[in-house]
């Protein structure tokens, strides 16, 4: 589940440069090392290692993520898929979350089974406004919590991310709630659960050679948990 930087390939189209480039296909590949696993404001991890691999064309997107702990073999490993598809500010798609973790039976990747699966499928929708951007998520299938009545809870989550420029750095100020009571996130109405600060930087290596870092203060208010993140991203 996502993520210091969530790889889900949304490719926003800004301008007419934007737009001749996505005339034809486009490939990415890349991995992050991070020294905590943190996504939403929940810790998944510790030190770990989170390749992507994505392909895109006119506004439509497929992206692969993993998540393999460094330190801490224990740590769950995550593999999740996300088709998108942006125009202009707009973008909107769905991800296949899916995790080794829970029963033996469920942790076989085809295992799709209604109660029996480690897969959970959420959908999204936003919109960049340039200075701003807005996304909702919701769980709409597979391994979500259930409610009262045994029923699915569609597991939402609400974030809104503004990204500015200070002292030579990029920053983005991130806040995320929960609309209503899920255990998926566990919380049991609507709650603050992540208040982010991230700031990224090339750090260059030769006239021909940088390397991206980033750094974020991630706060869980509804928990009371706070973390500091580094990471580093490598990428051809």
Known sequence: ????????????????????????????????????????????GAVSLQPSLGVSYKGLSLG???SAGLSRPSDTEEF???????????????????????????NRYFKYGKGATNHV??????????????????NFAGNDCVNEDGRLSYSSYLEASVPFAFGGVDWTATAGVVPFATDFYGVDGFALINLALTASKDIRVTDTFSIPVFAQLAANPDTGKAFLVFGITLQP
């Open 64 to 66: 692969a993520w993993g």
């Open 121 to 138: 499928f959420e959908a999204f929708a936003g919109y960049d406004f340039d200075f701003a951007s807005l996304q909702w998520y919701t």
């Open 1 to 44: 589940m996502k993520k210091i930087l969530l790889f889900i390939p949304i490719l926003l189209l800004a301008g007419a440069e934007g737009a001749e480039a996505q005339d034809r296909v486009e490939a990415s590949l890349g991995t992050d090392i991070v020294s905590h696993y943190i996504w939403r404001g929940q810790e998944l």
């Open 80 to 106: 999740d898929l996300t088709l998108s598809y942006s125009a202009g500010g707009f973008n909107i798609g769905v991800t296949d979350y899916w995790f080794n973790s829970g029963p033996d039976l469920q």
